[in-house]
């Protein structure tokens, strides 16, 4: 594939131009960056990539200007998880709602499910959380079954699987770690339980090679289920979801047009990592264009082995703002994670990072008081340097404790790392 490569059609470059027009007649905030911008008589690539970049300071700085709708047309009010900042307020219509709807259900189709399918929702769908509401929505438009159960409290969601025998579960990975091992020490037969497959967000479940991670290979290793990979945020009103071939997560080329790009802003070559851009297409309330997400992934043009043509977006590798310089070396938050994950008697962890007197950064990694005495920290600790080239400064947290640390009651996801 040629470097500077775009996954375009025909019709994606009409919507787009739909929504550049909407969003000149419509968005305050547009209106003033499109209102000098002129096109060629076909709109083309070349237009699309003369409009600069919107930024998360540019919507955080006023998101009430990129609402395109009046007050009494906005259905629901979502904000951003604030995982890399404040929240940000997001305006949904009827019809994004509608378009959230879709977006699910055919993420749900690539993952080969149906209406005979029962889904457990184990995030939250309050809290003006948009992925518990974009799921419950799409479930509904697949005609399949919904048990809205929330987050947390282990005993309760093994208490519903086995009562109401849902298909799919719909989780944080994480969260399926402490899933099955309250599931051990409380003798639950979790291998004969009706969950066949689980719908994982928030982390990611595969290396750059598209494998499992270690934390994927650890639920898999455990328990005979079928894990899908996703990838979205509240900005983007729709997801990038795998299909069965486990191999990238899929575009959805009605909903989003996708650039993938190198510092220099340049489109990088199949199989090559850069910083996802992404324009909703088909927005009533905030559409955003050229939006830079901060999240860095691999991005692969090639056809699915599904017969699908539309791009395909690895795991995650990091996020601009979450770079981590400690002793001279530099790290994101997934090198951590798939470190601690490799080890079984790591059920739950947290991660600091802080500023020393000198301005840098030091990493302190909480784990359970019950691994102090034991042999395998003295593993932990030598995979760390062997993996990060570092060694993290250890403290040790009780294990009920340190789960409420990480899985706080008023948070959406888990909060496995915070940047003092």
């Given amino acids: ?38 096109y060629s008589e076909e709109f083309s690539l070349v237009d699309y990539r003369n409009i600069p970049f919107t930024t998360k300071e540019d919507l955080a700085n006023d998101h009430k200007s990129f609402c395109c709708v009046e007050r009494k047309e906005i259905a629901e009010y979502v904000t951003t998880s604030g995982t890399t900042g404040d929240p940000i307020s997001l305006f949904l219509t009827q019809n994004d709602l509608k378009r959230l709807a879709k977006n699910e259900k055919d993420s749900f189709k690539l993952m080969g499910f149906s209406d005979e399918d029962v889904f457990q929702l184990l995030t939250t769908i309050d809290k003006q959380f948009m992925a518990g509401l974009a799921y419950s929505l799409g479930v509904q438009e697949l005609g399949g079954g919904m048990i809205r159960i929330g987050p947390g409290v282990p005993k309760l969601q093994w208490e519903s699987i086995f009562t109401y025998e849902p298909t799919v579960l719909i989780a944080v990975p994480s969260f399926i770690v402490t899933l099955i091992e309250f599931a051990k020490e409380n003798n639950i037969d979790f291998q004969a339980s009706s969950v066949k497959a689980i719908v994982c967000i928030g982390e990611p479940l595969r290396n750059n ?21 996703t990838y979205a945020s509240t900005e983007m009103g729709a997801a990038f979801s795998e299909c069965t071939e486990h191999k990238g997560c899929h575009l959805n080329d009605d909903l989003l047009f996708l650039e993938v790009l190198d510092e220099d802003g340049n489109s990088v070559e199949d199989g090559t990592a850069g910083e996802i851009v992404v324009t909703t297409l088909q927005t009533e309330g905030t559409p955003l264009i050229r939006y830079k997400t901060g999240d860095i992934a691999t991005v692969y043009y090639d056809q699915c082995g599904c017969g699908s043509k539309t791009p395909r977006l690895g795991p995650i590798i990091g996020r601009k ?34 500023k020393n007197d000198l ?5 302190i990694i909480l784990l359970e008081d019950k691994l102090i005495d034991l042999p395998i920290l003295h593993q932990i600790k030598e995979r760390c340097k062997e993996k990060l080239r570092v060694l993290p400064t250890f403290h040790f947290v009780e294990t009920n404790k340190l789960r409420g640390m990480v899985y706080k009651k008023h948070m959406r996801k888990p909060e496995k790392i915070i940047f003092k």
């Fill in 321 to 354: 703002n979450q770079m981590i310089k400690f002793k001279g070396t530099t790290l994101y938050p997934k090198a951590i994670y798939d470190t601690l994950d490799e080890f079984e008697q790591i059920s739950c962890y947290k991660i600091i990072i802080d």
């Fill in 359 to 363: 301005g840098n950064d030091d990493l």
């Fill in 1 to 38: 594939m040629k470097k500077g490569f775009t996954y375009s059609t025909k019709k994606q470059l009409n919507l787009l131009q739909e929504t550049i027009e909407y969003c000149t007649n419509h968005s305050p905030y547009y209106k003033k960056v499109l209102k000098t911008k002129e």
């Fill in 209 to 229: 090679d598209l494998f499992l991670n270690t934390l994927g290979e650890r639920i898999t290793s455990n328990w005979d289920v079928k894990l899908f990979s």
